[in-house]
């Protein structure tokens, strides 16, 4: 299957690397389906989350706990139903990212996105926590603009 995207041309993807949101990210309900594309940059903890119906949207994520090893929450009952999780080692947990400018990069602790890698279901939903921000700040320090977030692996 061939998907058109904006910042990344034309990708050729397999059916079973279709992520399907039975719970939709939060502003894109009619969007439901994406692919998750790797950084070219193996050491990168930045991934993207390009949508399969919308060439125009995609999004930075990485895993949470790379940059909030303290990160924690329980995901509830209706969560491991709705997404058919049958061993934990199958959740996968990303945060989208915002990038403003080059020492101005949050990420929403609030909202994650919660994968099924077994069998590519997919879920954001907001935590009741308010210790978690929707724009947490990523950088400790001013960073220079080396991130290289533009760069993935077909």
Known sequence: MVVNTKRF??????????????????????????VLL??????SPFEFLQSAENEHLSFIV????????????????????TLAVTDESDIMVMVIITVRSADDI?????APIIINKSNNRAAQFVLDNRAYKTQQPL?????????????FKK
């Open 139 to 151: 950088l400790r320090e001013k960073k220079g603009a080396d991130i290289g977030a533009d760069s």
């Open 62 to 81: 990485a895993d949470p706990f790379v940059f909030f090893p303290e990160y924690e929450f329980q995901l509830e009952p209706h969560w491991i139903e």
């Open 9 to 34: 041309g034309q990708i050729e993807i397999e059916n079973n690397q279709i992520i399907v949101f039975h719970s939709p990210i939060l502003g894109f309900g009619d969007l439901k389906k994406y």
């Open 38 to 43: 790797q950084s070219e940059d193996k050491e």
């Open 106 to 110: 949050s990420c929403n602790l609030k």
